[in-house]
Every structure is written in structure tokens, then in C-alpha cells.
């Protein structure tokens, strides 16, 4: 989207009921897309390369998911600055789990992947709805109490799970396909690009439309390249998509912690 930060609105509550952080999330430039198409798409080929491998059903597996995503987000919640390791583990974790959740809703308790688009969808409206009815802002660069944080984690994994069906639905039951709905998606996201840059679109807004399209870019994206060729995919399988995927994501994330301390170790001597 851009090198540009939004400023960070001062926490309207204070002290009253949570303690002040500093803001929590990374800068939106490149390597922040890079990744998070790398951790949707993750999430997407992860799952079921843990149900092949190791032949656990979608219940133990989003359980023993889940059970990772409270530790991390645990983490994430302790910390008092963005740490790249901890937020990108938090968003794969997120990621997997979004994915388990609609599985087992459409595999396993018969939920439609209409239902579910369209619940998820307005459970992630109503959390926006709330979140800003509470702090007056949705601007990411507002992260800086846990009350924020944990309205911010609690939309990222409604946007998941709404990728994952919404994915699911365009490329399987309407069948657009897997390498169409790439397509589809990633004209989505070049639109409102447009229309931000452009356009005099807002900001924060054409922010959380992307966040939203990049999920089920990443799903489609990940189906295509694992999936058979027969079902319209590439058939590099679960776990090579996920492997080569994973590595990018470590590789990405390790440069980030590099540049983020080389400038730290910069603060002390600027400051003299």
C-alpha cells in the first residue's frame, strides 16, 4: 500500500481500565503484505498437511491449534512493543485456526459455505462496530492498549475464517477455480489501490478491505499450488507448499528483527 504510518491517536481511556502500550503492530509497508499473503496461504495448505501427516480429525486439530494461538497471543499480550517473531506467529497461528474453524462447521457439522461467508462476515462487521463504537477509531496504528489489541486480534480471526469459506465457496461450489479466484482476488485488491492512491479513498478503511481480500487470495493461492491437477491445481501437495511457504515467512521475519534492531542499536547515538 505505502511507507506512510498513521499517527497514532492517543488511548481515549487511559489508565481507567488497562494498562498503556505502545503500539503493537508493524508498519504497513511491503514486507507486511509479503508476509501476510505468505501466512494465509499457510494456513490454508498447514492445516490439511497436519490431517494427512498425522491423521488427526478437524476437532483435535483445532484444539491443539487453538491451545497454541492462547499461548502465543499470551505472549503477544505481555509484550510492550511490536516484536516481529511473536506478531507473525500470532497471525499464522490465526490463520490456521480461521481455517480449522469454518472446516469443521462445513466438513463436519454440515454448516454451508454460504452460512457460513455470511455469518463470519457479520460477526466481523459487528466487531468493528463495537470496537470503533468503544475507541473512535480502527486505524491499526492505534494499537496501543490491550483493550484495542484484543479487538484487533478478535477481527483478524473473524477475517480468516470468512477468507477460508468465502475462498471455498467462489472456487468449489460456484466453481470459478482455484488459478480464477488468484485472478479475481488480486484485481480486488489493485482496485482499491487505486482508488487509495488515487482516488482519495480512506485510508483506514482501504486498509482493512485489503486485509480482508488478501485471505482469500492466500486460501486460493494455496489450494491452487497443493491441490491435484485433476481439481484444478498445480499438485505440489500440502507439504511442499507449506515448507516453501513457512521458510519464506521465517526468512522475512528474521530480516525484519535484524532491521529492527540495527535500528534500536541507532536510537542511543542519534539521541547524543
Not at 502465543?72 to 511473536?86: C, D, E, G, S, T
Not at 480461521?98 to 462476515?121: M, P
Not at 477475517?159 to 484485481?187: K, P
Not at 482469500?216 to 515448507?243: E, I, M, R, W, Y
Amino acid at each position: 500500500m505505502s511507507t506512510k504510518t498513521i499517527p497514532i491517536e492517543p488511548s481515549s481511556r487511559g489508565g481507567r481500565d488497562m494498562r498503556n502500550l505502545m503500539t503493537k503492530v508493524p508498519e504497513v509497508v511491503a514486507a507486511f503484505w509479503i508476509i501476510k499473503v505468505l501466512a494465509t496461504t499457510v494456513g490454508e495448505t498447514f492445516a490439511d498437511f497436519l490431517a494427512e501427516k498425522f491423521g488427526l480429525g478437524l476437532t483435535e486439530l483445532t484444539l491443539i491449534m487453538g491451545a497454541g494461538l492462547i499461548v502465543a497471543l499470551a505472549i503477544q499480550f505481555r509484550a510492550n512493543k511490536y516484536v516481529p517473531w511473536m506478531y507473525w506467529l500470532c497471525v499464522v497461528l490465526i490463520s490456521i485456526v480461521g481455517t480449522l474453524i469454518t472446516d469443521k462447521l462445513v466438513d463436519d457439522l454440515g454448516v454451508s459455505l454460504w452460512a457460513c461467508t455470511i455469518g463470519f462476515g457479520l460477526a466481523m462487521l459487528a466487531t468493528f462496530a463495537v470496537w470503533y463504537s468503544s475507541e473512535k477509531t480502527l486505524s491499526i496504528h492505534s494499537i496501543d492498549t490491550t483493550k484495542r489489541e484484543a479487538f484487533y486480534w478478535l477481527a483478524i480471526l473473524f477475517t480468516f475464517a470468512l477468507g477460508t469459506a468465502a475462498g471455498d465457496l467462489l472456487a468449489e461450489q460456484l466453481n470459478i477455480g482455484y488459478f480464477n479466484s488468484v485472478l479475481m482476488f488480486s484485481a480486488m485488491i489493485a482496485l482499491v489501490a487505486i482508488a487509495w492512491k488515487y482516488l482519495n479513498f480512506n485510508e483506514i478503511a482501504a486498509f482493512w478491505m485489503v486485509y480482508i481480500l488478501t485471505r482469500p487470495l492466500g486460501a486460493s493461492t494455496g489450494d491452487f499450488l497443493s491441490q491435484a491437477k485433476v481439481d484444478g491445481g498445480l499438485g505440489l501437495g500440502t507439504t511442499a507448499t507449506s515448507l516453501i511457504f513457512l521458510a519464506a515467512i521465517v526468512g522475512l521475519v528474521f530480516y525484519l528483527t535484524t532491521i529492527q534492531r540495527g535500528k534500536a542499536a541507532l536510537e542511543p547515538s542519534l539521541a547524543t
